[in-house]
């Protein structure tokens, strides 16, 4: 069974970085893409940033290039998301999920971490 | 950037009915080649992470109650919900994977 299971998430002021991680498990990770969507509380969904198989295709949402970086290891079944410089508009949940067969619709979907970016 | 706009906001349905949300794509998330619509729907219930339902405009996912279909190609994608359950409440989004750069609709919330 897919498991995505992300953490490193909590308070920090704004200015401040954050590294985000998600551990996967049930399927070969090296084989899919990766992908992190954010949903501030009580509003829609917004793609951050993905990642091919092998790190050679990576791609971000304007309102985080130059802040955020996206990584996996893939001899670990581990994703990864550096938050730099965030700002109080960073503040959301942060789902790791799972591209489909080298198409970008996300069919699996850890529980989510929290980030809340505040002063 | 593509803007996916769904309609309505919210909706509410009786127990039994049916319901139907759309989705509208700003250009043509069709590839004219095969067909295929680059379109996907999600269910998201209250304090849970996002289920995919639909892939491709109208390929229901594996475990998906037959109820729901989705529909439509280019601009125009419609998802319904032919007989609305109770534990069919939740906000659904559709989401298109045409562009690099992937979006999402601003979500419709179904209520009974």
């Known amino acids: 069974e897919v498991h995505l299971v992300e953490s490193g998430g909590g308070l920090v002021q704004p200015g401040r970085s954050l590294r985000l991680s998600c551990a996967a498990s049930?399927?070969?990770?090296?084989?899919?893409?990766m992908h992190w969507v954010r949903q501030a509380p009580g509003k829609g969904l917004e793609w951050v940033t993905g990642i091919n198989w092998n790190s050679g295709i990576i791609g971000y949402v304007d309102s985080v290039k130059g802040r955020f970086i996206i990584s996996r290891d893939n001899a670990k079944n581990a994703l990864y998301l550096q938050l730099n410089s965030l700002t109080t508009e960073d503040t959301a949940f942060y789902y790791c999920?799972?591209?489909?067969?080298?198409?970008?619709?996300?069919?699996?979907w850890g529980r989510g971490t929290l980030v809340t970016v505040s002063s | 950037d593509i803007v996916l706009t769904q309609s309505p906001d919210s909706l509410a349905v009786s127990l039994g009915e049916r319901a139907t949300i759309n989705c509208k794509s700003s250009q043509s998330i069709s590839f004219s080649s095969n067909n295929r619509n680059f379109l996907a729907w999600y269910q998201q219930k209250p304090g849970q992470p996002p289920k995919l339902l639909i892939s491709w405009a109208s390929t229901r996912e594996s475990g998906v109650p037959d109820r729901f279909s989705g529909s439509g190609s280019g601009t125009e994608f419609t998802l319904s919900i032919s007989s609305l359950q109770a534990e069919d409440v939740a906000v659904y989004y559709c989401?298109?994977?045409?562009?690099?750069?992937?979006?999402f609709g601003q979500g419709t919330k179904l209520e009974i």
């Open positions: 999920a799972r591209a489909r067969d080298g198409y970008n619709y996300f069919d699996y």
């Open positions: 989401q298109q994977y045409y562009t690099s750069l992937y979006t």
């Open positions: 049930g399927f070969i990770f090296g084989d899919y893409a």
